[in-house]
């Protein structure tokens, strides 16, 4: 039944992809002079990235890195009518690795993906319906269960494969959301050198996702989603149901709270359960009347680890999420599982200043924790330093430099080692 409905589901996206190329092809042929009604842009971004001897949690050392990361992307949109519009953005991109060159499975141009290719019909029945067919981009609070990122690298697709329809109410949208992405996605195109899948496995979900604008008797987000995902790492099928809520408040003019809280229960086809939690607590007090608008915040990121000793699996899992988040740093950590953010309970301090229009810095630190206990026996992830900063140079260029560093406690097998990260992110428009 599993393989009917993915037959049945590939030839209906591959369907749709034809008649959504036709679609834009044909309006494209009969009126490609006409500037309001088709817009395309694109930028270039270099990142100069270098990696010290991070820990993993297979009890070893990511070892050190250093590399270029050249990414180029072009998408445009089409409004077709009013209430029809297609959009596309695709990507390229390669590096150069100045050490660990045998690592290096990146060449240009090896390969182009698309993050986006779909079709959207607004304001439907009278203006309670949109519906996007195809593939888009997807992102709800700060990301942490649906923005999806490729294993080893984060910067190949974000895109799902799906249908998505929004209902609009009076103060709040729900959005139904199916979700089918196959571990050989047919819009990766020309990747036969860098042979990286996007995915290790298939995978296939469904979201309920409703965001309150302006009703105070609901909370800022609430959701549903199920997760399929077929055997990874040698494992079952695994079927995950995950119910959560957002809340934000702005208790006066300087002073907000963040608060999302979700639970997760399922089961593995060959056997055993499922359960998770995950807690994101961030408190933010502002200055605006000061110069620098100087603001400090505090934070607690939590999630469940897996107990060993029992039958259930109680790591929380990502599920469509693994992105770097919070820490590009510590996305590596959970390597040979890369992305899969579990077993954490981070808490830090931090404050951020804007010296002017262009300009912020923001400097964090805090003790990374972990509910179970890891490699080196202990449950002390160690201590986490971030330094951030951003500057626009015109509307056009605009630069982003981050350091990590991270102490490592007894979580791993050598404690007091002490890692780092540093990126410069450049990134040009036009």
Same mark, same amino acid.
């Given at each position: 039944?599993?393989?009917?409905?993915?037959?049945? /589901?590939?030839?209906?996206?591959?369907?749709?992809?034809?008649?959504?190329?036709?679609?834009?092809?044909?309006?494209?042929?009969?009126?490609?002079?006409?500037?309001?009604?088709?817009?395309?842009?694109?930028?270039?971004?270099?990142?100069?990235?270098?990696?010290?001897?991070?820990?993993?949690?297979?009890?070893?050392?990511?070892?050190?890195?250093? /590399?270029?990361?050249?990414?180029?992307?072009?998408?445009?949109?089409?409004?077709?009518?009013?209430?029809?519009?297609?959009?596309?953005?695709?990507?390229?991109?390669?590096?150069?690795?100045?050490?660990?060159?045998?690592?290096?499975?990146?060449?240009?141009?090896?390969?182009?993906?698309?993050?986006?290719?779909?079709?959207?019909?607004?304001?439907?029945?009278?203006?309670?319906? *949109?519906?996007?067919?195809?593939?888009?981009?997807?992102?709800?609070?700060?990301?942490?269960?649906?923005?999806?990122?490729?294993?080893? *690298?984060?910067?190949?697709?974000?895109?799902?494969?799906?249908?998505?329809?929004?209902?609009?109410?009076?103060?709040?949208?729900?959005?139904?959301?199916?979700?089918?992405?196959?571990?050989?996605?047919?819009?990766?195109?020309?990747?036969?050198?860098?042979?990286?899948?996007?995915?290790?496995?298939?995978?296939?979900?469904?979201?309920?996702?409703?965001?309150?604008?302006?009703?105070?008797?609901?909370?800022?987000? %609430?959701?549903?989603?199920?997760?399929?995902?077929?055997?990874?790492?040698?494992?079952?099928?695994?079927?995950?149901?995950? %119910?959560?809520?957002?809340?934000?408040?702005?208790?006066?003019?300087?002073?907000?709270?963040?608060?999302?809280?979700?639970?997760?229960?399922?089961?593995?086809?060959?056997?055993?359960?499922?359960?998770?939690?995950?807690?994101?607590?961030?408190?933010?007090?502002?200055?605006?009347?000061?110069?620098?608008?100087?603001?400090?915040?505090?934070?607690?990121?939590?999630?469940?680890?897996?107990?060993?000793?029992?039958?259930?699996?109680?790591?929380?899992?990502?599920?469509?999420?693994?992105?770097?988040?919070?820490? @590009? %740093?510590?996305?590596?950590?959970?390597?040979?599982?890369?992305?899969?953010?579990?077993?954490?309970?981070?808490?830090?301090?931090?404050?951020?200043?804007?010296?002017?229009?262009?300009?912020?810095?923001?400097?964090?630190?805090?003790?990374?924790?972990?509910?179970?206990?890891?490699?080196?026996?202990?449950?002390?992830?160690?201590?986490?330093?971030?330094?951030? @900063?951003?500057?626009?140079?015109?509307?056009?260029?605009?630069?982003?430099?981050?350091?990590?560093?991270?102490?490592?406690?007894?979580?791993?097998?050598?404690?007091?080692?002490?890692?780092?990260?540093?990126?410069?992110?450049?990134?040009?428009?036009?």
């Amino acid at each position: 039944m599993i393989m009917k409905y993915r037959l049945l /589901y590939r030839r209906g996206f591959a369907l749709c992809l034809v008649l959504l190329l036709a679609g834009v092809c044909w309006p494209l042929h009969a009126d490609i002079y006409n500037g309001d009604r088709l817009n395309i842009d694109g930028d270039a971004r270099i990142k100069l990235i270098a990696i010290d001897e991070i820990p993993l949690d297979t009890g070893t050392k990511l070892p050190e890195l250093i /590399y270029s990361e050249t990414i180029f992307g072009l998408w445009g949109t089409w409004q077709q009518s009013e209430n029809v519009r297609y959009k596309a953005w695709i990507k390229t991109e390669f590096r150069n690795f100045a050490t660990n060159k045998e690592a290096n499975r990146y060449r240009f141009v090896d390969e182009f993906i698309f993050h986006e290719l779909s079709i959207e019909y607004s304001n439907l029945f009278d203006g309670f319906v *949109d519906v996007t067919v195809g593939r888009f981009p997807l992102y709800y609070g700060h990301g942490l269960l649906i923005l999806e990122s490729s294993p080893l *690298d984060a910067e190949r697709s974000y895109g799902f494969n799906g249908i998505k329809t929004r209902l609009k109410f009076d103060g709040f949208n729900v959005d139904l959301i199916g979700i089918y992405s196959p571990d050989d996605d047919p819009l990766l195109i020309n990747d036969k050198h860098k042979k990286l899948k996007l995915l290790e496995s298939d995978e296939e979900g469904f979201v309920a996702y409703m965001t309150n604008k302006s009703q105070a008797w609901l909370p800022k987000d %609430l959701y549903y989603m199920y997760k399929h995902e077929e055997p990874r790492f040698g494992r079952g099928d695994v079927y995950f149901h995950t %119910l959560g809520f957002i809340v934000e408040e702005a208790i006066n003019d300087s002073f907000t709270a963040y608060w999302e809280l979700a639970g997760q229960s399922g089961h593995r086809s060959g056997g055993g359960d499922t359960k998770g939690w995950l807690s994101d607590i961030n408190f933010t007090y502002a200055w605006q009347e000061f110069a620098w608008r100087p603001e400090v915040f505090a934070s607690n990121y939590y999630l469940s680890g897996d107990d060993p000793s029992t039958q259930t699996e109680e790591g929380w899992h990502g599920l469509w999420s693994r992105w770097p988040q919070y820490s @590009y %740093l510590l996305v590596w950590s959970f390597i040979p599982k890369i992305g899969e953010w579990s077993n954490l309970n981070w808490s830090r301090i931090g404050a951020r200043v804007y010296p002017d229009a262009a300009s912020s810095f923001e400097i964090s630190f805090g003790p990374v924790k972990a509910p179970e206990k890891g490699p080196g026996g202990g449950k002390d992830r160690g201590d986490l330093l971030i330094l951030l @900063y951003k500057h626009k140079f015109d509307e056009k260029l605009s630069v982003a430099v981050r350091t990590e560093f991270l102490e490592s406690g007894d979580y791993q097998p050598e404690t007091d080692n002490l890692s780092w990260e540093t990126r410069v992110d450049f990134k040009y428009s036009f």
